[in-house]
T-cell receptor, first 115, second 113 residues
Framework: NAGVMQNPRHLVRRRGQEARLRCSPM?????VYWYRQLPEEGLKFMVY????????ESGMPKERFSAEFPKEGPSILRIQQVVRGDSAAYFC?????????????FGAGTRLSVL | DQQVKQNSPSLSVQEGRISILNCDYT??????FLWYKKYPAEGPTFLIS?????DKNEDGRFTVFLNKSAKHLSLHIVPSQPGDSAVYFC????????????FGEGTQLTVNP
């Protein structure tokens, strides 16, 4: 009965390195969402994926950020050449179905610190 | 353009009293609203929802009220308990997609024993 699993919980990177954040949705959920929470701010939508498809990436920066949700394995949020401004908490959520009453269930987040 | 706003960053109440958390929105087409609770170093946890065709939904100590004419919703917690101390977010489906959520900035609730 596992919930949404994210790893790592904490990630420290130096400027210019790559960060990879992983998310395994709840069992039976095929919709995955990534959100970012900057210090002192609310959660901001980044990207919505289904298996092997990016459905909505309108909240994701055009440069350096990418996301995937392969047929097998977890969803990955990848940040290339990290900068200090990428330091934030990144949350993954999953849901059972799109539309209607779409309750999203969140993981514990990955806290990225860029030195 | 912030479509969902929580204007009070913090709220402090005494244990046993009522906590009222407020949220305003701009888009009258939202189909439903959600409230999430978040403890430090954890992810948001779904708390309660309300459909736009209702004006009230109750679940135990938690009640959400929706005033469509004022584009305002509120979460009432009664009686408040110290364990309710957390950040509360209201959320609504995004305008451009039925699936993403737009969150307010959150309100830090502190319930004092």
């Amino acid at each position: 009965n596992a919930g949404v699993m994210q790893n790592p919980r904490h990630l420290v990177r130096r400027r210019g390195q790559e960060a990879r954040l992983r998310c395994s949705p709840m069992k039976g959920h095929s919709h995955v969402y990534w959100y970012r929470q900057l210090p002192e701010e609310g959660l901001k939508f980044m990207v919505y994926l289904q298996k092997e498809n990016i459905i909505d990436e309108s909240g994701m920066p055009k440069e350096r950020f990418s996301a995937e949700f392969p047929k097998e394995g977890p969803s990955i949020l990848r940040i290339q050449q990290v900068v200090r401004g990428d330091s934030a908490a990144y949350f993954c959520a999953s849901s059972l179905s799109k539309g209607g009453f779409n309750i999203q269930y969140f993981g514990a987040g990955t806290r990225l610190s860029v030195l | 353009d912030q479509q969902v706003k929580q204007n009070s960053p913090s709220l402090s109440v005494q244990e046993g009293r009522i906590s009222i958390l407020n949220c305003d929105y701009t888009n009258s087409m939202f189909d439903y609203f959600l409230w999430y609770k978040k403890y430090p170093a954890e992810g948001p946890t779904f708390l309660i929802s309300i459909s736009s065709i209702k004006d009230k939904n109750e679940d135990g100590r938690f009640t959400v009220f929706l005033n469509k004419s004022a584009k305002h919703l509120s979460l009432h917690i009664v009686p408040s308990q110290p364990g309710d101390s957390a950040v509360y977010f209201c959320a609504a489906p995004g305008e451009t997609s039925g699936s993403r959520l737009t969150f307010g900035e959150g309100t830090q609730l502190t319930v004092n024993p």
